[in-house]
């Protein structure tokens, strides 16, 4: 990735903000071709101290460019629905989350390493561990909208990658749950200690990548605790 999940994690957090801030005082766009525009930012409505640490470890890497790494809402909702993931194109849905998905047991251990957090039992981190996830896009499974499965992989002989990721319907999913604690990958069977099926909205509200890491956390923490999920 081109940047830290810190990093990733503030831009959202000011994003959302941002937003906020420029629909309740409604602040009109700027025209890109007019005189330039000075705004004077204050620590009342955003981290200065963290927006100066977020620059200078920007150029402390040499980091001059951060890519969006999900899409946009590309077409207008379908007629009398108001659900958010409607505003996304088939193609762009699963491309942004495949992105997301990706990524998301190497930034989660960035997350858990960098605030210190003590979790020797976490399946994202545990190297014996594989994780599969099944991506299903809207209209392909029994929800109303998107779904996401997450299969835990007793990987002790490392036969599989530590994370892998299908999109149910497509050509390469090769995933058989059917005879579930035995699981199906590619043709090959594997014994799977857990498995986990949700809705996957979290996918397209304001900081998605955010909402996925505070739900691998929101596991750990109940798995370390020996409590009830913590619902995020």
Not at 13 to 28: G, P
Not at 105 to 123: D, M, Q, R, W
Not at 137 to 162: A, M, Q, S, W, Y
Not at 177 to 196: D, L, M, R, W
Request: aromatic share 12%; charged share 20%.
């Amino acid at each position: 990735m081109p940047c830290t999940l810190d990093l990733i994690l503030y831009r959202h957090l000011i994003q959302s903000r941002i937003s906020y801030y420029l629909k309740q005082n409604k602040v009109e766009p700027i025209d890109l071709g007019g005189p330039i525009v000075n705004f004077a930012i204050s620590s009342e409505n955003f981290p200065i101290r963290a927006a100066f640490d977020s620059v200078k470890y920007l150029v402390a890497n040499e980091i001059t460019e951060i890519d969006r790494i999900y899409g946009r809402r590309d077409q207008a909702p379908a007629k009398g629905t108001n659900w958010i993931w409607s505003s996304y194109s088939r193609q762009n849905e699963v491309v942004s989350v495949t992105r997301i998905l990706e990524y998301s047991i190497e930034e989660y251990t960035a997350f858990v390493n960098g605030n210190h957090l003590k979790l020797p039992e976490s399946p994202y981190i545990d190297p014996n561990i594989a994780i599969i996830y099944e991506y299903e896009p809207v209209g392909t499974n029994r929800f109303e909208g998107p779904g996401l499965r997450e299969h835990f992989i007793d990987n002790k002989l490392h036969k599989l990658p530590k994370l892998s990721v299908f999109i149910k319907d497509q050509e390469q999913h090769h995933v058989d749950t059917s005879k579930f604690p035995n699981v199906e990958v590619e043709g090959n069977i594997y014994q799977s200690p857990s498995s986990a099926s949700m809705i996957a909205g979290f996918f397209f509200h304001e900081t998605p990548f955010l909402n996925l890491i505070y739900k691998m956390l929101s596991s750990d923490l109940s798995k370390h605790y020996d409590m009830t999920l913590i619902r995020v």
